[in-house]
């Protein structure tokens, strides 16, 4: 069979297990037929099953276990992240046009193996260091965190860079519970509020701990939420937040306004 065809019947076989799966025929937490099995039923390749299996984790429809086989995803709620230039707060700090609802609760979950812990200092990945303006490769303070709302599996992962002598200013951005309002608070009552910030939004691929971390496949793009925090007193970076989420479970929403060019009804251009 010619590539093309072998790409052709790849996505056939991708379409019908995702047909199979919207009808119930293999619920969520259970696992697809192993691949001989299903070379049998499709008469194809392992290859193109192969194949056919990495659409499905593509999509997040299922995931790959060691051991287990491949399992269906629970299907979670794809939530709205409203971007906008405003920063909220509420009773447990500032709100960054995140995809929470107003008192929903949301769990922390543990990090899995090889994902390093809660809070450590680390070599600094060079993107980070640019932003928060210290030597690539730098020790600085990163807290790690893996939330979701109530039930759900792992909605995002954030990691948070504090700079060194911010750290140096407010020790306590280091422990485990850093009281009310959380690091963004102790920050600013030490001298460097009100602060201000600045957001990046990019996709990518996810790193490989980043996946687990998630319980996602690799060939699965997340979003990044890149958030630059400025101090008032010195001007310069004290703090990166990075937050990544999974692909499938958010969309960005921007309401559009129109500019006074774009003004209805359209005025017909001067003759000349």
Request: hydrophobic share 35%; aromatic share 4%.
């Amino acid at each position: 069979m010619s590539s093309h065809g072998q790409s052709r019947r790849h996505a056939q076989i991708a379409a019908d297990l995702r047909r199979r799966i919207a009808a119930g025929e293999f619920p969520p937490g259970t696992k697809l037929p192993p691949y001989q099995e299903l070379c049998t039923t499709y008469r194809a390749a392992t290859d193109t099953i192969r194949s056919a299996i990495a659409a499905l984790k593509a999509d997040g429809l299922v995931q790959a276990i060691p051991k287990v086989g491949v399992i269906v995803r629970k299907s979670a709620q794809r939530r709205r992240i409203e971007r906008g230039n405003a920063v909220a707060r509420d009773h447990l700090g500032y709100i960054f046009g995140g995809a929470f609802e107003p008192g929903e609760p949301w769990d922390v979950h543990d990090l899995p193996r090889g994902a390093g812990p809660h809070r450590t200092r680390l070599p600094v990945p060079t993107d980070i260091a640019e932003r928060l303006q210290v030597e690539p490769g730098a020790e600085v303070l990163r807290r790690r965190r893996v939330t979701s709302p109530a039930g759900e599996p792992p909605f995002q992962l954030t990691d948070t860079w504090i700079h060194p002598d911010a750290v140096a200013d407010v020790p306590q951005v280091a422990e485990r519970e850093t009281g009310p309002g959380g690091y963004l608070d102790r920050l600013e009552e030490a001298g460097h509020g009100p602060m201000s910030w600045t957001e990046y939004t990019r996709t990518r691929m996810p790193e490989r701990d980043e996946a687990k971390t998630l319980h996602i496949a690799t060939s699965l793009a997340v979003l990044e939420l890149t958030r630059v925090g400025t101090s008032a007193r010195t001007g310069q970076p004290i703090e990166v937040a990075v937050c990544v989420i999974p692909g499938d479970r958010v969309e960005i929403v921007t309401e559009l306004t129109r500019a006074r060019s774009a003004r209805w009804p359209v005025k017909p251009a001067a003759k000349t």
